[in-house]
């Protein structure tokens, strides 16, 4: 079975940063494209950033372009997300989650979700 478990989470001031991890186990890592996703209170869940199996093709919606950067290292089976300028509009629960589709940016299209860690961003 497919574990996630999200790491990195916590409480900062704007403009800070923070980079968030995820670790997977129970299958191929490199199989699987990587994406986060964040849900903040009373919203619906959105896409962040999605990176391809080899790590060579990332996306990342357009409120975090320029601040965020996912990456991976299929050597740890680890995902991350760098980051950088935070906003308080960026305070959420955060998600990674784990597709065998191309580089998805809709929920739906994910197989396996983390638990989540909480980033809250105070003005």
């Known amino acids: 079975q497919v574990q996630l478990v999200e790491s990195g989470g916590g409480l900062v001031q704007a403009g800070d940063s923070l980079r968030l991890s995820c670790a997977v186990s129970?299958?191929?890592?490199?199989?699987?494209?990587m994406g986060w996703f964040r849900q903040a209170p009373g919203k619906e869940r959105e896409f962040v950033a999605a990176?391809?199996?080899?790590?060579?093709?990332?996306y990342n919606t357009d409120s975090v372009k320029g601040r965020f950067t996912i990456s991976r290292d299929n050597a740890k089976n680890t995902v991350y997300l760098q980051m950088n300028s935070l906003k308080p509009e960026d305070t959420a629960v955060y998600y990674c989650?784990?597709?065998?589709?191309?580089?998805?940016?809709?929920?739906?299209?994910?197989?396996?979700w983390g638990q989540g860690t909480q980033v809250t961003v105070s003005s």
């Open positions: 990176s391809s199996r080899s790590g060579g093709n990332s």
């Open positions: 129970g299958s191929t890592f490199s199989s699987y494209t």
């Open positions: 989650a784990a597709s065998i589709l191309g580089i998805p940016t809709y929920a739906r299209a994910y197989n396996y």
